[in-house]
């Protein structure tokens, strides 16, 4: 049972489509249980409307609104299989009841009825003009998919559905689920018919490095090498590593030569790879090797002219080797990037400062500090490492 079907209030026009023709056509004591049933419905006292359809019902067998009704109320109370039994009842005796078909489907897909349920739910996911109820059919079209092993039109309405309710919390985690369902089953059909085959090894050596597991990703993407020695990407991968795992030792493990010796047989492999290029770059920059870093920055920016941390990267380098005039430039490049980079406004500040103009560099520092102050976005847990090491502050530089 999916929580959303059980908050299907936008659907309330489907439950009270005849409640006044009830009560206008009916005497009593029919009209009076049409509109106690309708009144608990409007309330959300599932269970007393049930109780007044149900003996509605009773008095108006061949009345198709009031199967209507009460395959509505199952439907909220997760009864689905009564639901479906009184929405069928209803079509059959007036198959032009509005949105009727639509829940049906829905009902139907709750039992796993997905075969049944699918004409329904892609009819109504393409025509509805209700929104709440496209949002409903196209996380249960979602459902009806999987459950028919469509993965591929299941993730076609994923995508959809990220693009029409881009902030909606279900529809993002229903798509994040789906993306990791369709991705494992993938991964076991892989090693299921190629289980020692590169491709599986780098699969493996991903997966661990997305655990944090070094020496395991280490040793899958060695195995990687060993079948194809000049495989781009893996040696930067292997920096990245070792790059990590200095960080999960504070530190203390001194990794940083290992990895910049796989940044540079990245760079023998494939010379453009812009992000080997500024992880050398960088490791250069923190070790206050200035030349060594502006050409690795440099060399970064010739391949990727865009690439935000390179630019930072190469302004600071340029600030650090008495160059501020030339680090105006990829600094503001970098601000017209990304405006929020308040580590771009601080290094700017710094070659404003350098240059002597203050009234620019209190610009600059004011915007870095308005930016300092607002809430931070706090990474996901298990959200993926950035691929390449991103520009921070120095922690023993005072903000001036």
Not at 52 to 74: I, N, T
């Amino acid at each position: 049972m999916t929580t959303t079907l059980l908050r299907l209030a936008a659907c309330t026009a489907i439950a009270l489509l005849c409640a006044g023709s009830l009560s206008a056509q009916a005497p009593d004591p029919r009209a009076r249980l049409a509109a106690e049933g309708s009144q608990a419905l409007v309330e959300k006292r599932y269970d007393a409307a049930a109780h007044a359809f149900e003996q509605l019902r009773e008095l108006s067998p061949d009345v198709a609104e009031v199967h209507a009704q009460l395959g509505f109320v199952y439907f909220q109370q997760g009864h689905f299989k009564e639901s479906v039994t009184s929405l069928e009842r209803a079509l059959a005796l007036k198959r032009d009841l509005p949105n009727l078909p639509l829940l049906l489907g829905m009902a139907r897909s709750e039992l796993g009825r997905h075969k049944e349920a699918l004409p329904e739910l892609e009819k109504g996911f393409k025509t509805t003009t209700d929104p709440a109820l496209r949002r409903m059919a196209g996380l249960e079209l979602q459902r009806a998919y999987m459950g028919l092993q469509r993965h591929a039109d299941a993730v076609s309405i994923a995508l959809t559905m990220t693009k029409l309710y881009p902030k909606d919390p279900e529809v993002l985690y229903q798509a994040s689920r789906l993306h990791a369902n369709l991705a494992f089953e993938t991964l076991r059909t892989l090693a299921a018919v190629a289980p020692d085959s590169l491709w599986m090894h780098l699969a493996a050596g991903e997966a661990s490095e997305a655990q944090g597991l070094a020496d395991a990703a280490l040793a899958e993407y060695r195995t990687v090498l060993a079948a194809d020695p000049k495989r781009p990407g893996i040696h930067f991968r292997m920096g990245r590593v070792l790059l990590s795992r200095a960080e999960a030792a504070n530190g203390a493990e001194p990794t940083q030569p290992e990895a910049l010796k796989e940044f540079m047989l990245e760079l023998e492999i494939d010379p453009t790879n812009a992000n080997a290029a500024y992880e050398a770059g960088e490791i250069h920059r923190k070790a206050g090797e200035t030349t060594g870093a502006r050409a690795f920055f440099q060399r970064a920016l010739d391949s990727y002219p865009d690439f935000e941390d390179a630019l930072v990267g190469l302004g600071r380098t340029l600030v650090a080797l008495h160059d501020p005039k030339a680090a105006i430039r990829p600094l503001t490049r970098a601000i017209e990037l990304n405006p929020k980079s308040d580590v771009a406004y601080y290094q700017l500040a710094q070659a404003y400062r350098a240059l002597g103009e203050t009234a620019a560099q209190e610009k600059a520092l004011a915007t870095f500090r308005q930016l300092r102050s607002l809430p931070s976005a706090a990474a996901a847990p298990g959200s993926p490492r950035p691929e390449v090491t991103k520009q921070t502050l120095d922690p023993d530089k005072p903000v001036r």
